[in-house]
């Protein structure tokens, strides 16, 4: 017999859910403004917890060496969650009648067809996009909807070979060129580089922010004159967080006669986009991956254009197929008749058509939580984790702290030294890293500590350059001399030699309970990883951290098997495994992470103080590329 008053409630919460369910299935219908005004009624602190409810994956927890952990996601930059809310959906009401667009003749073809067509409808409105705009969903992310952007405007190039030898039979006038900013991931840098575009690099400036002064000496040079021109800058380092003020960036391109081009990979799932095509600060082309969107795996890449773009009106498109053509026969090529639409010819074969409604969906939640909630969540988590972060001696923040940033954060720990040793300057844009390196005070690999998250903790983090090298030797003040050493370790094999650092992201739908102790793990890492390097097993070729059971047997030896110790966390880690197949009463999460941390900090205190690198280096490694503490 249910207690007294659970009725009412679950009577409540199933009213709640129903009317969240209209308001998700009036998502690809027109909305009115009634409809839009009942989908924003009532709007509380409440959906953060709805929206963390609805995560699949919630409370989930897997085997580490240490026991099991509940997982704690804190890797959103590299991808979202998915929901709950947004599958169910698509298995009651878009998967029972699915089939093949490009038909009206069949229910489940005529019903999809406009699943799909409102679908891409809703995902432009929410970006501002107007008539002389296109949208195109492209490969799995912003790197296929990247390269689509070279097809469409005819710079990109089949093979090396290939290019350049087109690339010389260009005129100087025809070719395009392109400008990069310095925060770019690599898919919105090498590919430019392989294709015919001429690529020209804009670094940072004091403050290590876009430097808008040499963007426009570049964009003034004679040397491009009388070109087609174009900027592609990163909306956001996927790294430091740090954000680029893209309206004026867009106005100083535009007042030069270049396209303005936007990656809003990193911060699109949190801020809002608006194209505003045609107008002095308005994008021409934004790139975009769904994917990492709450709700959003399992989405295809988008890319919105101005049509002014598209270069392949008189030619065929940039993929030929099925759906792009309204005539073609069996004796003459040239009698092929493509549609003109962008985004028919565009779309070839049987599109993402799931992909499609689950990124409006993805869009749709996002609209339905708000900006200004996600805003305000993420400027506190910024800004506390900033300050506690940046006062600890033994964590160095990349990046400018001063700016404005998304809660996305990179960092380097290092093992605790005494006051009267060296103490690292940290100020920004400062040259701490090789000073670092100079006085022999090295952090942690990255890699190490995004695995001391994982088996410690069970949070998901995530080590290494984050897929942005070049902004990396900025970061670290790589000269050019010792990143051509490091080249030459890696050609050798030793991939593990590469520089990086950790990185965790803070995202607006992290509870309270996370955030408090995901910086809570963070310092104890910063206090004791360093006692756990004995423990783990670093391989040199992959930059792999495994973790040695014989170890855990040696120090048990050492100790005498005292079992006062912190070391017997892990012999009833070890053989508590099995009793966790058992349904137990559920623990609150907050009770779990206080006894993680208990449990560390007692294996920790367990384990030697090293001060000093114990591990032999491989005879083909130089010593002085070893850049990190082991």
């Known amino acids: 017999m249910p207690a007294q008053g659970a009725v009412p409630v679950e009577a409540a919460r199933l009213a709640e859910e129903a009317k969240r369910m209209a308001t998700l299935l009036g998502l690809l219908r027109v909305t009115t403004s009634e409809e839009k005004a009942s989908a924003t009624a009532g709007m509380s602190e409440d959906k953060l917890d709805w929206l963390r409810s609805q995560l699949i994956g919630k409370d989930v927890e897997f085997d580490t060496p240490f026991g099991r952990r509940v997982l704690t996601y804190a890797d959103q930059t590299a991808s979202g969650r998915a929901l709950r809310y947004i599958e169910d959906y698509l298995v009651k009401e878009v998967l029972p009648f699915y089939g093949n667009t490009h038909t009206e003749d069949s229910h489940v073809g005529s019903k999809t067809t406009r699943l799909v067509h409102k679908a891409a409808r809703y995902v432009k409105r929410c970006m501002g ?3 002389g705009d296109a949208l195109l969903f492209c490969g799995a992310g912003t790197t296929a909807a990247i390269k689509r952007l070279q097809e469409v405007i005819g710079v990109a190039a089949p093979s090396v070979e290939l290019r350049g030898r087109l690339a010389g039979q260009l005129r100087t006038q025809e070719r395009w060129v392109v400008f990069v ?55 956001c380092s996927n790294v430091t967080g740090i954000m680029t003020d893209t309206r004026e960036i867009a106005r100083v391109l ?23 095509s045609g107008q002095i600060d308005g994008y021409d082309a934004v790139f975009l991956s769904p994917h990492k969107f709450v709700g959003g795996p399992g ?49 070839a074969g049987t599109p993402p058509i799931v992909q499609k409604i689950r990124a409006s969906l993805a869009f749709w939640v996002k609209e339905y939580i708000g900006y200004d909630r996600m805003s305000l969540r993420e400027n506190v988590y910024s800004e506390t984790a900033m300050k506690r972060l940046v006062s600890n001696p033994n964590v160095w923040v990349l990046g400018n702290t001063n700016v404005e940033r998304l809660p996305i954060f990179s960092f380097l720990i290092y093992p605790p030294v005494k006051d009267s040793l060296y103490k690292a300057v940290d100020q920004p844009g400062s040259d701490r890293w090789l000073e670092d390196v100079k006085h022999k005070r090295l952090p942690l690999h990255g890699r190490f500590v995004t695995r001391l998250f994982n088996d410690l903790f069970g949070i998901q983090a995530r080590g290494g350059c984050a897929c942005a090298g070049p902004y990396g030797h900025t970061l670290l003040k790589i000269e050019n001399e010792l990143s051509l050493r490091l080249r030459s370790a890696i050609l050798e094999g030793y991939s593990g030699l590469k520089p990086g650092w950790t990185r965790l992201s803070f995202s607006y739908y992290l509870s309270k309970d996370e955030f408090k102790f995901i910086l809570a793990a963070i310092e104890f890492i910063a206090s004791y990883g360093h006692r756990f390097l004995p423990l783990y097993q670093f391989d040199w070729i992959t930059g792999n951290w495994t973790f040695r059971k014989q170890a855990i047997k040696y120090h048990l030896m050492k100790e005498e098997l005292a079992l006062d110790t912190g070391l017997d966390v892990l012999i009833k880690n070890e053989q508590a495994k099995d009793q966790y197949k058992v349904e137990r009463t559920p623990v609150p999460n ?22 000093q690198q114990t591990v032999n280096i491989p005879k083909g490694v130089d010593p002085d590329l070893v850049l990190f503490y082991i």
Not at 217 to 234: C, E, I, Q, T, V
Not at 314 to 320: G, I, L, M, W
Request: net charge negative.
């Open 129 to 131: 996009a107007g008539p």
């Open 181 to 235: 900013g310095p925060y770019e991931h690599h898919s919105n840098l090498l590919s430019w580089r392989q294709s015919l575009a001429e690529v020209v690099e804009i670094g940072v400036d004091e403050d290590g922010l876009i430097d808008i002064a040499a963007l426009r000496r570049a964009l003034s040079s004679p040397d491009y004159a009388n070109r087609p021109m174009l900027g592609s800058f990163s909306a």
């Open 299 to 347: 989405t295809p890449g988008i890319l919105l254009m101005n049509k002014e773009m598209y270069r392949l009106n008189s030619q065929p498109p940039s993929t030929c197929g099925g759906g792009t053509v309204a005539y073609v026969n069996g004796f003459n090529e040239e009698d092929t008749i493509y549609y003109d639409d962008i985004e028919e010819r565009e779309d």
């Open 590 to 611: 907050q009770k779990k992470f206080d006894s993680y941390l208990e449990s560390a900090k007692k294996i920790a205190l367990s384990l030697p103080d090293i001060n």
């Open 254 to 276: 535009h007042q030069h006669g270049a396209y303005a081009c936007f990656d809003f990979a990193a911060s699109g799932p949190y801020v809002k986009i608006d194209m505003k």
